[in-house]
Nanobody, 118 residues
Framework: VQLVESGGGLVQSGGPLRLSCTASRNIFSITSMGWYRQPPGKQRELVATITSGSTTTYGDSVRGRFTISRDIDMNMVYLQVHSLKPEDTAVYYC?????????????WGQGTQVTVSS
């Protein structure tokens, strides 16, 4: 399974942004889909996840500004950003977590760069 992110780029502070992630084929037994990010010089951190039951979780720094959604039929997950800040600059990674007979498996996209100018 390959995950491909799109929608990153250079954006002005306060502006909106929409990231998309597409899976290369149907994925079964998904427990959650989500987004993580890695700011320059920092560790990867949670942005948002959405479970198979549509429960959402957000990182503290993005709650209220970011919205995660998904299209189950299309195996896609989206991240809508309503108001970007310079500290949102990071590489954003799509994640899909799947239950297998051997336990939970994580799939990751290659990442898309988001740069917010002040």
């Amino acid at each position: 399974v390959q995950l491909v992110e799109s929608g990153g780029g250079l954006v002005q502070s306060g502006g909106p942004l929409r990231l998309s992630c597409t899976a290369s084929r149907n994925i079964f037994s998904i427990t959650s889909m989500g987004w993580y990010r890695q700011p320059p010089g920092k560790q990867r951190e949670l942005v948002a996840t959405i479970t198979s039951g549509s429960t959402t979780t957000y990182g503290d720094s993005v709650r209220g500004r970011f919205t995660i959604s998904r299209d189950i039929d299309m195996n896609m997950v989206y991240l809508q950003v309503h108001s970007l800040k310079p500290e949102d600059t990071a590489v954003y990674y799509c994640n899909v977590r799947v239950n297998t007979d051997f336990g939970v498996r994580n799939y990751w996209g290659q990442g898309t760069q988001v740069t917010v100018s002040s």
